[in-house]
């Protein structure tokens, strides 16, 4: 004969069942938003900030120390402005900057006269190594005295995973991490100046008398998808191609840290996926 259950032990078997169930749902419901959360990216290190809160939408290997490349010349251009110096000043292109440079490519030449906020501009929207060559070598002190200032402003800035050696981004000592650079942006979006130079489209300056004209090393700028407030490019072999923003996006003031990123264009390949990515999560989560 088949024991007939006591009340309570109908009521023990319904309450696990119930349990197992909602431990069923919820462990499907986290694997769901786990996909949700997932974005591909060929960048070897990735950081998405919310620019207010400071909180990671995207978070790959951030504190992963690496060569930046010619990010670094974000911290170049608030070195020299954090200095006051006369943006008016003209400073003529020598062979030390060359020598700065190796033999990295340049379409400036030795002798030229330009004026430091022109070095400035041609630093920051076209990475100009012989531009950042020459700001760095005619710094109050020379170029040691600069990349202290460098280091010194990094290590004020809680940037301790980060060194300079020079202000270019042409050596692989220069490295820091994606959480280091989410900083550095936001402390250089202070700068009216480096915010404009960085984001503007195109740029002409006289050399020996004839017009030479650059334009921004990220083509995103002249998208209309796009609403950049801050931009910087970077690349040598060493550090891949690197890319940081402060943009609007999907409503949110993002900063975007890419570094590492190998493939001619695989670091604008990686903000447009963000930038999809966003749009679409944040979209379902408005409709749901």
Same mark, same amino acid.
Request: aromatic residues 6%; proline residues 2%.
């Given at each position: ?81 954090? @200095?006051? *110096? ?6 003529? &292109?020598? /062979?030390?900057?060359?020598?700065? =440079?190796?033999? !990295?490519? %340049? ?102 008398? @004839?017009? *030479? ?6 083509? &995103?700028? /002249?998208?209309?998808?796009?609403? =950049?407030?801050? !931009?910087? %490019? ?55």
């Amino acid at each position: 004969m088949q024991r007939k259950l006591h009340p309570l032990e109908g009521i023990v078997a319904a309450f696990a069942l119930f349990i197992a169930l909602a431990l069923t749902i919820g462990f499907a419901q986290a694997d769901e938003i786990k996909k949700q959360k997932a974005v591909f990216l060929r960048s070897s290190s990735a950081l998405v900030l919310d620019a207010a809160t400071g909180e990671a939408v995207i978070d790959k290997n951030s504190d992963a120390v690496v060569p930046i490349a010619s990010i670094t010349k974000l911290m170049t251009a608030m070195v020299i402005l954090d @200095r006051g *110096l006369d943006l008016e000043t003209r400073i003529v &292109l020598s /062979r030390d900057d060359i020598r700065t =440079i190796k033999r !990295s490519r %340049t379409r400036l030449r030795t002798g030229a006269s330009l004026t430091r906020d022109e070095l400035l501009m041609l630093s920051l929207m076209a990475s100009e190594n012989l531009a950042a060559a020459a700001l760095g070598r005619t710094y109050p002190g020379g170029m040691e005295a600069f990349v202290e200032a460098m280091n010194a402003k990094a290590e004020a800035l809680g940037m301790s995973d980060t060194r300079f050696v020079e202000p270019t981004g042409l050596s692989p000592q220069n490295v820091s991490s994606a959480r280091d650079l989410a900083q550095l942006v936001r402390a250089a979006n202070n700068y009216p100046l480096i915010r404009e130079y960085s984001t503007r489209e195109r740029g002409t300056v006289q050399v020996f008398k @004839r017009p *030479l004209s650059f334009g921004n090393t990220n083509r &995103l700028v /002249r998208s209309s998808q796009w609403d =950049i407030d801050l !931009s910087k %490019t970077g690349y040598i072999s060493q550090a891949g191609r690197c890319l940081v923003m402060r943009v609007r996006l999907a409503s949110k003031d993002l900063i975007v840290v890419l570094l590492d990123s190998w493939g001619r264009q695989s670091r604008i390949g990686d903000a447009n996926r963000i930038r999809k990515w966003l749009e679409s999560n944040l979209s379902s989560a408005r409709s749901s």
